[in-house]
């Protein structure tokens, strides 16, 4: 069952969608569909004090309103938790099971957010609810670049965006304190109007 603050970030978007297409309203207000080619979140934790493990979960699907004219923005983002991919399948495996990412239980995980931080044009910063095994968490990610340009028929915008969760804190705590509870995500992604 999916969040109901996802419920209503979709349905935000559809109303700025349809208030775009048809009057001036909110005539800076933009909707992105996120390029499956180009959407993935990479993350990174502490493997035993000594390396780092990395993988990545995607691609990603959602949907984004910007208006950069008047500072704000939308985004409803779905992971799949199957997704995951470190490059050992036997790691994947285990990283689904129950005591992490519940896969079964949990095929997806979401980030809602409202809060869009804009320094002059450029998207810095976005705000929202991380949820991960059916529990939802603050989550703030930075952006460490953002742009857009001009493509035939429309726009694409997107960019790399960074933040940190501790695991713990959804109930994925196998293996704490040998292996890191600071899980840091890197997010990138592109979309087009």
């Known amino acids: 069952m999916q969040p109901a603050a996802f419920h209503i970030a979709a349905a935000r978007a559809a109303f700025l969608w349809a208030a775009t297409a048809g009057g001036p309203a909110y005539a800076q207000a933009w909707v992105y569909t996120l390029d499956p080619d180009h959407s993935f979140v990479h993350f990174e934790v502490q493997h035993f004090g000594t390396s780092t493990t ?11 309103v910007l208006d950069r004219a008047a500072g704000r923005g939308e985004l409803s983002l779905r992971i799949p938790t199957a997704s995951v991919d470190t490059g050992i399948p036997v790691f994947n ?13 949990h095929p997806e995980a979401f980030f809602v957010a409202t809060r869009f931080r804009f320094e002059g044009p450029r998207l810095a910063e976005v705000r929202g609810e991380f949820t991960l095994r059916g529990i939802g968490q603050a989550l703030s990610l930075h952006a460490t670049h953002f742009a857009c340009r001009s493509v035939e028929g429309g726009e694409v915008c997107g960019g790399d965006f960074e933040g940190e969760v501790l695991r713990g804190d959804f109930g994925a705590t196998f293996g704490l304190p ?11 992604v592109e979309g087009r109007r």
């Open 93 to 105: 495996a285990r990283l689904r099971q129950a005591d992490l990412l519940a896969s079964d239980e």
């Open 178 to 188: 040998l292996v890191g509870d600071r899980v840091r995500l890197k997010v990138q």
């Open 54 to 64: 990395r993988g990545r979960f995607g691609p990603v699907r959602g949907v984004v």
